[in-house]
């Protein structure tokens, strides 16, 4: 009945459009571990479009001129081994700021990526800046590659040059995040139940542990004020960190199995995670109450079933830039599109063994990556936001939750800038 009733569904809902698929070439010995695709990730500025190959590659491509190629010659597109391979301690200058597709040798199996770009007057919060080896211009784009065996390679994006090796956790780093004022403060999660914080500006500097995670951190994302950090992990952890204190605002309860993507909206107002329980959950970050639930499994799954080996665990979760959308991608071979303001998905699409997923930098293109180490792309629904979604966008960028109640305004105002309607 069960099953019956998800086809039927899925036969109703509205078709996503391919828009192209990078398939990773055959791997030169017959290994099948090592292959998966952890991580995609958008520059923020749009230019590149880098995701781990796996067997310890990792694959840039300018993102405008993988978009021309698909409209070209179709939307398959082998990745080429040919391509330029930049080692871990090569360089090339004279190429530097043109977008160029190349291939980095990282040395070990990579599980986690991210882009930061540098804003000049964001100084470090080094003391002794006098020292510093190096000095990132507000052209800089770097990319962070999280490891296998605990290190973090920093890399210069144009030239493929190792700028930094950051060493100090025992296991897998699991997730990457740059903050997003351009400050490259930078923090990893990993499989030794910590967060560390670390200052590229200051050479690479740790400058803060995060503990309160008894077991594998999943997870993190920057709020886009840069002023909180939420962290997801296995027993069912979603935390939420102030990263001027570096101290725990709170613990947010409500998920039955391990929680392993969050992301904020565009706005900072909503939190989303998604976890093995089948459910995705947007909460209001700043008094941790659960705003939506979006079940990928009907009926919805009892907690004790929700708490196990289910079928339809959620691997990853992200928001559309517009503020609108999110994607999801489950064990049950889809990828789906929810608007925040409706149960259903409002478009779907096929997708076998997919373990991450990522919105473009203008939100028109959602990519996913899978564990042969190939990525595929689709077009996300497109809608004009309305007049009021945008001004309650501007609004809630600047106030939270407690000062939003505290308005001299209609109920049903206030309601709708708290995503409540």
């Known amino acids: 009945m069960e099953l019956a009733w998800n086809s039927r569904l899925f036969?109703?809902?509205?078709?996503?459009?391919?828009?192209?698929?990078?398939?990773?070439?055959?791997?030169?010995?017959?290994?099948?571990?090592?292959?998966?695709?952890?991580?995609?990730?958008?520059?923020?500025?749009?230019?590149?479009?880098?995701?781990?190959?796996?067997?310890?590659?990792?694959k840039l491509v300018p993102w405008s001129q993988c978009l021309r190629n698909f409209l070209l010659h179709g939307t398959k597109n082998v990745t080429s081994s040919s391509s330029l391979r930049l080692s871990r301690q090569n360089s090339d200058g004279g190429q530097k700021n043109k977008p160029r597709e190349h291939i980095i040798d990282c040395g070990d199996i990579v599980w986690s990526l991210a882009f930061g770009s540098s804003v000049p007057e964001k100084q470090s919060r080094c003391v002794n800046i006098e020292w510093h080896r190096f000095r990132f211009g507000q052209d800089q784009l770097l990319l962070a590659t999280g490891l296998s065996n605990g290190r973090i390679k920093i890399w210069d994006v144009y030239t493929g040059k190792l700028l930094l090796n950051l060493v100090d956790h025992t296991e897998v780093v699991r997730d990457l995040t740059f903050a997003p004022d351009g400050s490259l403060i930078l923090v990893s999660a990993s499989r030794d139940k910590t967060l560390r914080v670390w200052d590229l500006k200051d050479d690479g500097n740790m400058m803060?542990?995060?503990?309160?995670?008894?077991?594998?951190?999943?997870?993190?994302?920057f709020s886009p004020d840069s002023s909180?950090?939420?962290?997801?992990?296995?027993?069912?952890?979603?935390?939420?960190?102030?990263?001027?204190?570096?101290?725990?605002?709170?613990?947010?309860?409500?998920?039955?199995?391990d929680v392993v993507a969050c992301d904020f909206s565009p706005d900072g107002a909503l939190l989303a995670t998604a976890s093995y329980d089948t459910r995705v959950y947007i909460w209001d970050p700043y008094n941790g109450e659960i705003l939506m639930e979006f079940g990928h499994l009907f009926p919805p799954p009892t907690p004790i079933f929700a708490g196990g080996a289910n079928d339809r665990w959620v691997r990853s979760v992200s928001f559309s830039h517009d503020g609108l959308h999110i994607a999801s991608l489950a064990d049950d071979k889809m990828v789906r599109f929810w608007r925040i303001d409706e149960d259903l998905p409002v478009q779907v699409a096929?997708?076998?063994?997919?373990?991450?997923?990522?919105?473009?930098?203008?939100?028109?293109?959602?990519?996913?990556?899978?564990?042969?180490?190939?990525?595929?792309?689709?077009?996300?629904?497109?809608?004009?936001?309305?007049?009021?979604?945008?001004?309650?966008?501007?609004?809630?960028?600047?106030?939270?939750?407690?000062?939003?109640?505290?308005?001299?305004?209609?109920?049903?105002?206030?309601?709708?800038?708290?995503?409540?309607?």
């Not at 996503?16 to 090592?34: H, N, Q, V, Y």
């Not at 803060?208 to 077991?215: A, D, E, I, M």
């Not at 979603?238 to 998920?255: A, C, P, Q, S």
């Not at 945008?390 to 600047?398: F, G, K, N, P, T």
Request: net charge positive; with cysteine.
């Open 228 to 257: 909180m950090l939420c962290s997801v992990g296995a027993s069912k952890a979603v935390f939420l960190w102030n990263m001027d204190t570096y101290t725990m605002i709170r613990k947010l309860e409500g998920h039955y199995h």
């Open 208 to 221: 803060k542990v995060l503990r309160g995670h008894q077991n594998w951190v999943y997870s993190c994302a």
């Open 350 to 421: 096929p997708l076998s063994n997919g373990l991450c997923c990522a919105f473009s930098t203008d939100g028109s293109v959602l990519a996913a990556g899978t564990q042969d180490g190939s990525v595929y792309f689709w077009a996300t629904p497109r809608q004009v936001p309305s007049l009021q979604h945008l001004c309650r966008m501007s609004i809630r960028r600047v106030m939270p939750t407690q000062e939003v109640q505290e308005l001299p305004i209609p109920s049903k105002v206030l309601e709708f800038l708290s995503y409540r309607i």
């Open 11 to 58: 036969l109703l809902l509205v078709r996503s459009r391919t828009i192209g698929e990078l398939l990773a070439p055959a791997a030169p010995f017959d290994k099948k571990c090592g292959r998966e695709n952890w991580t995609v990730a958008f520059a923020p500025d749009g230019s590149y479009f880098a995701w781990s190959q796996g067997h310890r590659t990792v």
